[in-house]
């Protein structure tokens, strides 16, 4: 009998992790494990890319005063005020109740962390993923909540070395961290790349784009600034940002500022951005952190090269800059990063060799072994 699989996260909307999340979702029912995801929040753009046999439920934040008054919402509580009030019991019971999982996941900090801790199945594996650098996230204000919650977990699960290391500074050792590089479905990638894209890729001179969720860390508006100034310098350089945000409407407002709007574009990649990444000479990541970054590995996947701010993920999926271009972690450093790949059409050549060299990197079956030895050992 397969064993039964409980994955908690907030949702399935636009980003890394939720992207992970489907890819190994999608690997271990191929594997005959039975897989369920749980989210509580209605955003749902990655559904149609999971295998028909996973279980997606989503079930709603608990009802209560504070949301069925909204004054009172805005004026005294949060959103999910009665999830950040409430026990991890009371957490695990309202949102799993009594279904029984062999396995159960919590797939992200915050309340998916709370549900699984506070979990009640005595019989079950619990496992927290940790995708980030905790230092730069804020959670070690809460470290010692977390910490508390994280030695109910049989095993940790971080997506990087430097992942590890952030959380080992924070929580200390728990003695059940492991690291396990992201997932990514390699194939799936390459042939999703040849795919007509959603809108018409822009295109103009030496072109580049950023693929992220829009907001504040990853940088955009330096990225935003740098290309900027390198056009106002004459240099026949774009950019498209593919991705959704809540900050997408100051990115608008940005461009504008700056007349941009006929050399930096804002896309939607839906559920299936590489066809932006392959048409690209470059993809940047400007983030100030990152735990991993998916797209960056994505990039690599289709030879594509990578100029990243030098930060802990893409440091080590780069190796110190031997897969791709590591700069200073500044708007100088992404403005003279550019500059040098736009007057150096070689040493761009070369780094696009590189690239096509790192694609052993992410062996899927090795990293499913790994993650499915967590549940069998």
């Not at 952030?166 to 997932?183: A, E, H």
């Not at 479905?185 to 809108?199: L, W």
């Not at 932006?276 to 400007?286: E, F, G, N, P, Q």
Request: overall charge neutral.
């Amino acid at each position: 009998m397969s064993k039964s699989i409980l994955f908690v996260l907030q949702s399935l909307r636009m980003g890394g992790a939720e992207r992970v999340q489907v890819t190994i979702a999608n690997k271990l029912v191929q594997a005959g494990y039975d897989v369920t995801i749980l989210i509580w929040k209605p955003y749902f753009t990655f559904r149609d890319n999971l295998d028909e046999r996973v279980r997606l439920i989503y079930k709603a934040p608990d009802e209560h005063l504070g949301n069925k008054i909204p004054y009172i919402r805005h004026k005294f509580y949060d959103d999910c005020m009665w999830e950040l009030r409430a026990t991890p019991k009371q957490l695990y019971k309202y949102y799993v109740g009594k279904k029984h999982y062999d396995v159960e996941i919590a797939f992200f900090h915050g309340i998916a962390l709370d549900i699984v801790s506070g979990s009640t199945n005595k019989k079950a594996k619990k496992i927290a993923w940790v995708h980030h650098n905790v230092e730069k996230r804020g959670i070690e204000r809460e470290a010692e909540k977390a910490k508390k919650m994280y030695h109910q977990i049989h095993n940790i699960v971080c997506v990087s070395q430097s992942a590890r290391d952030s959380f080992l500074r924070v929580f200390g050792d728990t003695g059940n961290i492991n690291v396990i590089y992201n997932m990514l479905p390699i194939e799936e990638i390459r042939s999703k790349a040849q795919e007509p894209a959603q809108q018409p890729i822009p295109h103009s001179g030496f072109h580049t784009v950023m693929l992220a969720r829009f907001h504040a860390p990853k940088g955009y508006k330096r990225l935003i600034e740098s290309i900027v100034k390198l056009r106002r310098e004459g240099k026949d350089i774009s950019l498209s940002l593919v991705g959704e945000g809540d900050e997408k409407p100051q990115i608008l407002e940005l461009i504008r500022e700056n007349n941009a709007e006929d050399y930096i574009f804002v896309v939607n990649g839906g559920n299936n951005p590489y066809p932006y990444i392959k048409a690209a000479d470059l993809l940047v990541c400007s983030s100030f952190t990152e735990g991993y970054n998916l797209t960056v590995a994505e990039a690599l996947i289709l030879g594509v090269p990578v100029l990243s701010t030098d930060c802990a993920g893409p440091r080590e999926i780069l190796d110190n800059g031997k897969y791709g271009m590591l700069v200073e972690n500044s708007e100088k450093g992404l403005y003279e990063g550019l500059k040098t790949l736009y007057e150096s059409p070689d040493l761009l050549e070369e780094y696009r060799k590189k690239a096509i060299k790192r694609q052993d990197f992410f062996d899927e079956d090795a990293i499913l072994k790994q993650i499915t030895a967590l549940f069998e050992g």
